[in-house]
């Protein structure tokens, strides 16, 4: 590898968070629950298995927090990301996002099912098959 190489390895760079008002309140409500939450269970750091690893997220969640509170992350930020595909799948499994989506679905396969025009009579059929 080329120190070239190397340097752009580490290279960081900032990234503008460009999320609705919306979009950013609900990120931001739910990293900051978590982050509270994971800083609570600071005080059972012995108890944890791996816990520079725990350390190392409560401090992803950190960075996401601020990154959403001044509209920039700093990226490449490898745990922030492992961090972020974790709380994903968990907000998934408790919003019961899979049941969430098969019923959306299917009622919109039902509602696009009562748009259907009447079914073409066998006359005008034939005039537009031949």
Known sequence: MTPTDHARRRATYPVTVDLTENQLAIVSDEIGATLNGLAQDLAHLDRKPDPQGFISEVAAYARLQAG??????????????KALRRLCGELDDRNEYEQVVAEHEAFQALGRLLRTGPPASRSSRRRLEG
């Open 68 to 81: 959403l509170a001044t509209r920039t992350l700093i990226l490449p930020d490898r745990m922030a990301r």
